[in-house]
């Protein structure tokens, strides 16, 4: 088990009318390279926070304390470093890190603080080696040798609820999508615009050759988000966020979703966060679920433990309330009927 | 008697150029103190049938009978007063509501505008309502945008009973809420179903949900009805194409994982 990313002490406060809202007290966690993780809990528990944070995207009052460690070796190299095999090289493991034998770069670390101004005092500060100095808010892990800390769109896919929110509503799809592939892998404008066609098959968009000229309005909401989701990994990211990226879908769009996310994982071997509210759709798809709770991780486990034996009250509280089509229905439980 | 009987109700929209159908040819009825559930993948015109029920749209054909009356023919006061006895609850309860009035105002707006209590009296009848929706009376003072997403559907469901209705249209009233809240919601909608024998069209894209409190479902597709009946039965084996879809999509935590 490498993780591809370890979270340690993760805090995070937003500012609100003057008031401190801590939406995230101390998480800890790490994501195994190549697995699938999902992030359950109810709404304000701190999900969408813990990718956001993760992705660098907090807003700018937000206060952010603790560490995250993002494996570099890990990361994809920038092309013209990249490994021949396209194999990613073994990250050393934690511990090891600056002894690696194999030339391999040390895992990018940012240890997050708002310039010192109270509490949010971080363990690694001082061997934070090119860390951010001075007062400026980072929003995001400032890189630590400019490859190596995650980057949002090469390093990292995240795809959101709304799709709309991350497609631009007068761009055709394509040149959206051709352009992260631009920005990212350096391609020509021809390669990339290929690259976009090729993405809009992979996300089996129907018509990938009018699709690529076609606006966001055009499309479906499930359609909207295959073509987000093209956009998310079309610089080939190790990891990919999904925040509730199928709660504003039918059900039936939203398995069709479920399913594209599990093969393109599969296939380019990414690491996939899977954030949701519904601990049954979580449990379809992830290898390991953890559960947030006002703002704390309270039970992190692999799926069939975790849903058969589930260690934190909590836990079985979200189990019970779920209404699987097993479920002994309501109206039996309170004798009514018509 | 059934409290609604729909027949042939079909209503038309535009897209692009060309006429469909949202609703083609649909009829049911829902029986005192029963739910009638409307499931059926987005677009396949749930929310316009919640909307034609409610006379927010009129119809391109078809009948609409309420409490036994021709509620398509109704206007005026006598529309005004049947109206009384047919309320909604929406997914989103602050787009229903001014976010910043009191939850006061929000329960005062139906005794007042139906004629239910004198104004001395309202006071009174507001906490009652609160009290029967499962709320401190404390909670009148408050604005709409200050309380919760579970409250708010409570204060949507205080307002809905407010003018003792025999209908509730909810669509998508619980999509919205944590499960441990929609739970207690939808226990608190069939409480009010048995104690007061109200009847519910609730429209839901959740089979689980719907399996969990309705008596009878409605399967729709682009439209018209696919297939209907007891709820446990067609979802324990959906003989539509839809229904099948439907069934297999539904996330199951028993499912053994590939
Ligand atoms: N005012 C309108 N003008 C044109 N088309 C409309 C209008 N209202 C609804 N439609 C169309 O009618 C069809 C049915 O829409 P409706 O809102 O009833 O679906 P629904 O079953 O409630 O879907 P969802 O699950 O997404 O809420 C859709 O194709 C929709 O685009
Ligand atoms: N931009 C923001 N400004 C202020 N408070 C926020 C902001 N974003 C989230 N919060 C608060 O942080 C907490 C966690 O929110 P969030 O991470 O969005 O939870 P979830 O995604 O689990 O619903 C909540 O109390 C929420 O109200
Ligand atoms: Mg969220
Ligand atoms: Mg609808």
Not at chain 1, 73 to 97: D, H, K, N, V
Not at chain 2, 56 to 74: M, Y
Not at chain 2, 227 to 233: I, L, M, T, V, Y
């Amino acid at each position: 088990m490498t993780a591809l990313l370890s979270i340690r002490d993760l805090r995070v406060r937003y500012r609100r009318d003057g008031i401190e809202v801590p939406a995230l007290k101390g998480v800890g966690l790490e994501v195994v390279a190549g697995e699938r993780l999902a992030i359950i809990g109810e709404s304000g528990s701190g999900k969408s926070t813990l990718a956001l944070a993760v992705a660098g995207l907090l807003a700018r009052g937000a206060e952010i304390g603790g560490t995250l460690e993002w494996s570099a070796s890990q990361s994809q190299m920038p092309r013209s470093f990249a490994p021949p095999s396209g194999l990613p090289a073994i990250s050393p493991a934690r511990g090891e890190i600056g002894s690696s034998a194999d030339g391999s770069s040390p895992p990018a670390t940012l240890e997050i603080g708002e310039g010192g101004d109270d509490g949010l005092i971080s363990p690694l500060a001082g061997e934070m080696p090119g860390r951010a100095e001075g007062g400026v808010p980072e929003r995001r892990p400032p890189a630590i040798g400019e490859n190596q800390a995650p980057r949002l769109g090469r390093d990292i896919g995240f795809v959101f609820q709304d799709p709309s929110s991350s497609l631009d509503p007068v761009m055709p799809v394509g040149k959206q999508i051709a352009e992260v592939a631009c920005t990212h892998l350096e391609l020509t404008w021809p390669e990339a615009f290929a690259k976009a066609k090729t993405l809009l098959q992979r996300v089996r968009l129907p018509d990938p050759d009018s699709a690529l000229r076609a606006y966001p309005h055009q499309l479906s909401g499930g359609q909207k988000q295959r073509v987000a989701i093209a956009a998310a990994i079309a610089a080939g990211p190790r990891l990919l966020i999904a925040d509730e990226a199928t709660s504003a879908l039918d059900t039936i769009v939203q398995a069709e979703i479920v399913a594209l996310i599990r093969r393109l994982v599969a296939e380019d071997g990414m690491t996939l966060i899977f954030i949701s509210h519904d601990i049954a759709l979580a449990a379809s798809l992830a290898d390991r679920i953890a559960v947030l709770r006002h703002g704390e991780l309270v039970e992190l486990g692999e799926t069939r433990r975790l849903i058969e034996a589930p260690r934190h009250a909590y836990t079985r509280g979200l189990l019970e309330a779920h209404l699987g089509l097993d479920a002994k229905p309501l109206l039996d439980r309170q004798g009514a009927s018509a | 008697m059934s409290v609604l009987a729909v027949s042939s109700l079909t209503k038309r929209y535009r897209r692009g150029s060309k006429p469909f159908a949202a609703v083609d040819d649909v009829s049911f009825e829902i029986n005192p103190a029963e739910t009638l559930a409307l499931a059926g993948p987005s677009g396949s015109g749930k929310s316009t049938i919640a909307r034609l029920v409610l006379r927010l749209i009129e119809p391109d054909a078809g009948r609409i009978a309420f409490e036994g009356a021709d509620f398509l023919a109704l206007s005026g006061a006598a529309l005004r007063a049947r109206r009384a006895r047919l309320q909604m609850v929406f997914q989103d309860p602050l787009a229903a509501f001014n976010p910043r009035a009191t939850v006061a105002r929000v329960l005062d707006d139906p005794l007042r505008i139906h004629n239910i209590a004198t104004r001395a009296e309202r006071p009174r009848r507001i906490a009652a309502l609160l009290e029967r929706v499962g709320l401190d009376a404390g909670l009148a003072a408050r604005a709409i945008h200050e309380i919760s997403g579970g409250q708010r559907q409570r204060v949507a469901i205080a307002r809905a009973i407010a003018t003792r209705p025999s209908l509730i249209v909810l669509d998508e009233a619980v999509s919205a809420l944590d499960v441990s809240v929609r739970g207690q919601i939808l226990e608190l909608l069939l409480d009010l179903q048995r104690q007061e024998r109200i009847a519910y069209l609730f429209i839901s894209h959740d089979l689980g949900v719907i399996r969990a409190v309705a008596h009878r479902v409605v399967i729709l597709d682009a439209g018209r009805i696919a297939e209907s009946g007891d709820a446990r039965a067609v979802i324990a084996d959906p003989q539509s194409a839809i229904g099948k879809a439907l069934v297999a999509a539904t996330p199951r935590l028993t499912r053994s994982r590939p």
